[in-house]
């Protein structure tokens, strides 16, 4: 889960309005696109205090909090974060900030590491907090030893441990990237070849519509989707007909493309 970092109130507010507008935009280009959401990390107890008050919210002790690994570098800080989110529903304007929790994370080397006690109450793995795509992309390796006690030898393990994982993420995100920027041009050239505009007004026939990670093409009938996640590396492409415009029975126009070999 990504956390974007809030220094204000202001800054939340502006948070909401965006989730609000991306989700309408979204919606006319697919009215089920019809839900955002956007989390955030706050570090100053006042900025919660002022959640708390303005927007009924509550928060939770995370269930980490009990055990707090022991310090013992003074390179290494031990610091409060509380975490909330916004959700808005388009389907009836729905919207509003979910309980909070408090927790601690690990501050080191301008880094922040989260840590996790799955296997011991008294000796914990750590991660670094708030970058999925270390775990998404890269085969697992050994990792340094658990850690009950944090010392400057156990925490630079994990830092080199954990950054070399992270340089080779960042590897497989800019090949992945790469694919997704190659294979918009490519469709980018279709469109134009095929003299389709690229317009995101539903009630034209042809069209081409690129919004960040999805585009949506449709020509003469035949509709292609593509969707990139940037954080898993993965396109997924859908394709289907939009029968209206061919006119006839949906099924007689399948079995006639199925009859022309189309997927083998």
Request: charged share 30%.
């Amino acid at each position: 889960m990504k956390y974007l970092t809030v220094k204000n109130y202001n800054e939340i507010e502006s948070a909401k309005n965006a989730v609000i507008n991306r989700v309408n935009e979204a919606q006319k280009r697919d009215r089920f696109n019809n839900y955002g959401t956007e989390h955030f990390l706050v570090f100053d107890k006042d900025l919660v205090e002022e959640i708390k008050a303005k927007d009924g919210v509550q928060f939770s002790e995370s269930y980490k909090n009990s055990n707090i690994p022991k310090n013992k570098s003074a390179n290494v800080d031990i610091i409060d974060v509380w975490s909330c989110g916004f959700y808005y529903d388009a389907r009836d304007g729905h919207n509003g900030i979910t309980e909070g929790r408090h927790f601690y994370l690990i501050s080191y080397r301008g880094m922040l590491f989260d840590y996790s006690f799955y296997f011991s109450k008294t000796t914990a793995d750590f991660c670094l907090f708030n970058d999925s795509t270390v775990y998404d992309k890269v085969p697992k390796s050994k990792s340094p030893n658990r850690m009950g006690t944090i010392t400057d030898k156990g925490m630079e393990a994990w830092y080199q441990y954990l950054i070399g994982r992270k340089k080779q993420a960042d590897s497989l995100n800019n090949s992945a990237d790469n694919k997704w920027a190659d294979l918009v041009e490519k469709i980018k050239k279709l469109a134009e070849g095929m003299g389709v505009p690229f317009d995101g007004d539903y009630r034209i026939k042809n069209k081409c519509i690129i919004r960040g990670y999805d585009v949506d093409i449709r020509i003469n009938g035949i509709q292609a989707k593509f969707h990139y996640n940037p954080t898993s590396g993965y396109i997924s492409k859908e394709m289907s007909l939009c029968t209206y415009d061919f006119g006839g029975d949906f099924l007689d126009i399948f079995a006639k493309l199925a009859d022309n070999g189309l997927g083998k």
